[in-house]
């Protein structure tokens, strides 16, 4: 079930995901909206799997993307905005909906998902997080998110501009880009190789990512930052 239906077509108390996204830069090859379209078509094929009544809202395309400031086309909340548009957000749908998932698809959204949830959940509203996560993935525009997009959105991803970008270790460029952001460690955006990126790739991150994110839903318990997970998870990036 999608928005695209009137409110009486609507089944009484329904799981409800939303997915979050950004719209960020994410090399001279992918899309602004590469991790909307992620999340959004996450979404869907995770509702496909759930056996209770699930909607999928319109995906929030605006996150927390300062980091991408130093780049044209970046488009960011901000961490408080951020937090603030979900709890807005989640007091509404919980006065019809029975469960509320957020489903993020941008690693920068984590700190303001982690406040927002917390306070929801003391509040008592049914609602957590998950990742669009798979093991192995690399960091951003690099293989992994090129392979998503080649097999998701092919005609949106140019592969003559796709070149290697900054290759170390995401866990040891984490206090520069904290420090002077993604323009300051790789002049392209880009955070990994993304030239050996294949549909074929993509398909099977794709489905793994699927099955993990409805693994959690069906399966799984909400961790101390609001996250769902279950014993097989990718753990969630706080």
């Known amino acids: 079930m999608s928005a695209d239906l009137p409110w009486p077509a609507l089944p009484s108390s329904p799981t409800v995901l939303v997915p979050l996204g950004s719209t960020e830069q994410h090399g001279p090859h992918l899309p602004l909206h590469t991790d909307t379209t992620i999340a959004a078509a996450v979404a869907q094929a995770c509702a496909a799997r759930l056996a209770a009544p699930v909607m999928i809202a319109p995906a929030l395309a605006y996150g927390a993307s300062g980091e991408h400031q130093g780049f ?6 901000g961490t408080e905005a951020l937090r603030f548009l979900s709890i807005e957000l989640v007091r509404s749908i919980s006065l019809w909906a029975g469960r509320i998932v957020i489903v993020n698809g941008h690693g920068g959204n984590v700190r303001g998902l982690v406040a927002a949830v917390t306070q929801l959940r003391s509040e008592r509203h049914h609602v957590a997080w998950v990742p669009c996560a798979a093991d192995g993935a690399d960091a951003h525009a690099g293989r992994s998110e090129t392979s998503l997009m080649l097999h998701l959105a092919p005609h949106l991803v140019d592969l003559t501009c796709a070149k290697p970008g900054n290759l170390t270790p995401l866990p040891r460029l984490m206090p520069d ?3 002077r952001g993604i323009a300051g460690v790789s002049p392209s955006g880009v955070l990994g190789d993304p030239t050996a990126a294949s ?8 489905d793994r990512m699927a099955e993990d994110v409805a693994a959690r839903i069906s399966d799984g318990h909400v961790d101390q930052n609001g996250c769902l997970m279950h014993l097989r998870a990718v753990p969630c990036q706080t």
């Open 199 to 206: 549909a074929q790739e993509g398909q099977r991150l794709f």
């Open 177 to 179: 880009i904290i420090a």
């Open 72 to 77: 044209p086309g970046t488009m960011s909340l």
